[in-house]
């Protein structure tokens, strides 16, 4: 029997640490991941400013986990019918189980020029292709224009200005952002005090502003055009090649057939109160260990369970984080049930979390170097 993880993110990596504790050594456990590494990726941003700050942050598959089999490879295609996954290199894998945890990729709506001309940030080597833009083209001057005031966008936001600073630069940072508030769709007062925090930096907002086309130096909006010397986007997300491009909607169980889960930002999951959950670490984290203890019941039924008996419902997930923290540049905005946080005290609840991440998967000498990054920051 085999139980296949795809990706190792936030959601895949904890779902194969859970499991390896939970599965019996008779089953084989294999996560499939394009890197051999795992991302903190919500510290991704501090790599703009930091290049460094990718040693902290990059924890070794083969040192997080202890009998998983790891197979780097990209998924290319996964057959539910036949249960079996294609990869990049030549080659399928079968599965008794799987759990697709393969996260969300940069969604560009279709608008026109897009793509072609501007940065995301997914990744170390998006984080490094934006410090060397920044230096080709801004450092003197002109003008970034990051699109999009999600949590991502607004750190990325935040970490030019702190950039900015750094170098004596008289760049302009524009906030660019489809809805009336940055944070669209977080508690107002978490909006506030994000908007404040980005104003204390010098970052301009522009909420109400719908890109609708870029060139190699213009973005047309439905308010103007903004001449620009670099653009980084950070407007939204879409599924992966595996998925069809698409984030399946799935209900609080997670799955999109008795054998197959979808966890973490690869889906659009319903909770068991019929809330939305919203794409984040806290909440793939979560469904993960949700679903690594519904595997393990099904795999421990289907090997030792009496044929006459009905098989062990899924357990849903219910959505509750206490609060949500953000970094914007040197400060930071954390909320915790009703109250805020800004400056010194946000600034050290996120490194505790950061910290918290890396240790639970077993990078304990990585979280203390990465609580001295955020401090110092």
Known sequence: MRVLVLG???????????????LPDAVELTIVNDSPYHLVQH???????HPDVADVIEVPLDEALTRAEVVVDRVTDIDRTNQRVHLAEPGTLGYDYCAVCLGATTAYYDIPGLESHAIPLKSLDDAAAIHERYFEACSDGGTVVVG???????QVAGELAALRRESDAHTNIVLVEQMNTVAPTFPEPFQRAVRDELLDCG??????????????????TDTGTLEYEMLVWAGGIAGQEAMESN?????????LDERTYVVGDAARAVDADGKP?????AAAIREARVVAENIAEQVAFERDGDPGDFPPRPQ????????WIVSVGDSAVAQVGPSIFCGSAAKAMKATV????????????KAVDLVEEELNA
């Open 354 to 365: 950061g910290a918290g991440h890396l240790t639970s998967v077993g990078a304990i000498s």
């Open 8 to 22: 190792a993110g936030y959601a895949g990596l904890t779902l194969a640490r859970t499991l390896e504790r939970r």
């Open 247 to 255: 984030r399946p909607t799935v209900r609080a169980d997670l799955r």
């Open 203 to 220: 970052v301009e907002i522009r909420t109400e502003t719908t890109v609708e086309s870029v060139t190699a130096s213009t973005i047309e």
């Open 316 to 323: 849903p997930y219910r959505f509750e984080v206490p609060g």
């Open 277 to 281: 959950v919203p794409a984040s670490a």
């Open 43 to 49: 510290e991704v941003h501090r790599a703009i400013r």
């Open 148 to 154: 999009g005031a999600g949590l991502s966008g607004i």
